[in-house]
C-alpha cells in the first residue's frame, strides 16, 4: 500500500512527462492521447524495473554515462519544448505532428529528471533485503508502477483534453503551446544544475 500511495503521488505531481501529456490531451484529445500515456506509464516501469536492478547505480558509477545521459536528455527535452511549442495550432491537425506516440513518450523517461529521482527514491525506500531477490522486488514494484501510475497520469491527459473547449482559437491553442513548452524548456534546470 506504501509503495501504491508512493507511485499515485509521485505520477500525479507536476513534472516534465505530465507536462507532454498535458500538450497531448489539448492537442489530440484523450483517445488519441493514450499511446502517450502508455508509454509514459510502461517507460517508467520498466525505468523502475531496471533501475532497481542495478542499472542506477552502473550509471552513478561512471561519469561518462552520467554525463551523456545528463546533456543528451537536456538535449532532448529543449527539442521537445521546440517541437511542443511550434506544433500546429489546429487541434484537427493530423495526430502524428501533434503528439509524442508510445515509443517517444517510453523513451523520454530516460531523460526525464523526475523518473529518475523517482526511481532512487523507490530504491532507497522499498527494496528490502530480507524480501527475496532484488530482480523479482524489482519487477514487482515497476508493475505495481505502471497500475498505479496509469490514473494518476491520465488526469493530465484527460485536463489537456478538457482544455479543448477553451483553446478552440488558432491563437489560443498556439498560446498555450507555447507555455506548455517553455514549462518543458524550464525544467532542463533540473538536469544541468
Known amino acids: ?8 503521488v509521485a505520477a500525479g505531481t507536476p513534472g516534465p512527462s505530465n507536462i507532454m501529456l498535458t500538450a497531448a490531451g489539448a492537442q489530440a484529445g484523450v483517445l488519441r492521447g493514450l499511446p502517450c500515456l502508455f508509454g ?14 542495478g542499472l542506477g547505480s552502473l550509471v552513478l558509477a561512471h561519469p561518462v554515462a552520467r554525463n551523456t545521459l545528463k546533456w543528451g536528455g537536456a538535449a532532448f527535452l529543449l527539442w521537445l519544448s521546440w517541437r511542443i511549442a ?30 529518475w529521482l523517482v526511481s532512487a527514491s523507490a530504491a532507497g525506500t522499498f527494496l528490502n533485503p530480507q524480501a527475496g531477490s532484488p530482480i523479482l522486488q524489482a519487477a514487482s514494484l515497476g508493475i505495481l508502477f505502471f497500475l498505479g501510475a496509469c490514473p494518476s497520469c491520465f488526469l493530465w491527459l484527460a485536463f489537456g483534453a ?32
Open 1 to 8: 500500500m506504501a509503495f501504491l500511495l508512493f507511485t499515485v
Open 40 to 53: 509514459v506509464t510502461a517507460g517508467m516501469g520498466l525505468m523502475m524495473v531496471l533501475v532497481l536492478s
Open 86 to 115: 511550434t506544433s500546429s495550432s489546429r487541434i484537427d491537425s493530423p495526430p502524428e505532428r501533434t503528439r509524442v506516440g508510445f515509443l517517444g513518450a517510453a523513451a523520454f523517461q530516460w531523460v526525464n529528471p523526475k523518473s
Open 162 to 193: 478538457s482544455l479543448q473547449r477553451v483553446l478552440r482559437s488558432d491563437r489560443s491553442l498556439r498560446m498555450f503551446n507555447i507555455v506548455m513548452g517553455a514549462l518543458l524548456a524550464l525544467s532542463v534546470s533540473l538536469i544541468v544544475r
